[in-house]
């Protein structure tokens, strides 16, 4: 199965744009790349996924290469509250399993 | 959106007894659940997978005679952690699908914190 490599810590001055990288080079045709991220304690929160095209919604954008080996999460106006562990993952059948993720720091 | 609740979201226990813990979709069928273990500063673990009406899939390494899981409704999935030990404690999740798949999303539950004293 794909496997996700994402740098472990990320620092973001507040309103400024976070891009947070990830590389899945072994990714098969029909696997989707999900983002989410948690916040000390408590349970994952979905935030964006696609297979091929570029995604935005109220939250972020994901930028997906056209040869789909990586992709990149941008949180337009990080805030504060951004800061949280943010997991990117390559979706493989129907279970979702976790990479160590990157911790994204966003300071004042 | 889609809500997924678990209860209890923490529990603390004597060594030896058996925790519940509920996972429910809450305006959602979910033929599918999924339950994570994740300890201080690690990243989530799957356990298991949790179908409707059958036997959970357990990942390789996971005690499914200590980790039972039952999946008897459509919105309820339970795990009991059995005759728990301290090394048991840690951080529980679940998670549900809304569309059966993979390009679906995935909810989590807000996780249980068990701590087995």
């Known amino acids: 199965d794909a496997k996700t490599t994402q740098p472990p810590s990320m620092d973001c001055a507040e309103g400024r744009a976070a891009n947070l990288p990830c590389n899945h080079s072994?990714?098969?045709?029909?696997?989707?790349v999900y983002w989410y991220r948690q916040i000390h304690s408590q349970g994952p929160q979905y935030i964006i996924h696609?297979?091929?095209n570029n995604e935005t919604n109220e939250m972020a954008s994901l930028i997906i290469t056209e040869d789909r080996k990586s992709s990149t999460l941008i949180l337009p106006h990080a805030t504060l509250r951004d800061t949280a562990v943010y997991y990117c993952?390559?979706?493989?059948?129907?279970?979702?399993?976790f990479g160590a993720g990157t911790r994204l720091t966003v300071k004042p | 959106g889609a809500v997924v609740s678990q209860h209890p979201s923490w529990v603390i226990c004597k060594s030896g007894t058996s925790v519940k813990i509920e996972c429910r979709s809450l305006?959602?069928?979910?033929?599918?659940m999924f339950w994570y273990r994740q300890f201080p500063k690690q990243s989530l673990m799957l356990m298991a997978t949790?179908?409707?009406?059958?036997?959970?899939?357990?990942e390789q390494g996971v005690e499914k005679d200590k980790f039972l899981i039952n999946h008897a409704s459509l919105t309820l999935s339970t795990l009991t952690v059995t005759s728990a030990h301290p090394e048991d404690s840690s951080f529980y999740i679940c998670?549900?699908?809304?569309?059966?798949?993979?390009?679906?999303?995935?909810?989590f539950g807000e996780g249980s914190r068990l701590t087995v004293l």
């Open positions: 998670s549900a699908s809304r569309l059966a798949g993979v390009g679906g999303e995935l909810f």
């Open positions: 072994t990714i098969s045709g029909n696997e989707y």
């Open positions: 696609g297979l091929k």
């Open positions: 993952i390559v979706r493989v059948v129907n279970d979702m399993r």
């Open positions: 305006d959602f069928q979910a033929t599918t």
């Open positions: 949790s179908n409707e009406g059958s036997k959970a899939t357990y």
